[in-house]
């Protein structure tokens, strides 16, 4: 079943990771996996929805959980 597309940019994500203290491949990584967690439903509507996907981004790019 199709739930969605993601493209990333990368000449909007080098300014957002400066901003962020990200590298450019960092920044890549966080936003796809925050683009995953929004194809599997979540949202950050709210600030505990918004805690509750910046942790899960945290979990998933954690060394442990890195597949990179």
Not at 10 to 39: C, D, M, V, Y
Not at 40 to 53: E, S, T, Y
Request: glycine share 4%; charged share 25%.
């Amino acid at each position: 079943q199709f739930v969605g597309e993601i493209l990333l940019c990368q000449s909007a994500i080098r300014p957002w990771a400066a901003e962020q203290g990200l590298t450019p491949k960092q920044a890549t990584h966080r936003l796809f996996i925050h683009a995953l967690l929004h194809l599997a439903g979540h949202d950050h509507k709210n600030d505990r929805a918004a805690r509750r996907m910046e942790a899960l981004e945290d979990h998933y790019l954690a060394p442990r959980s890195r597949a990179i």
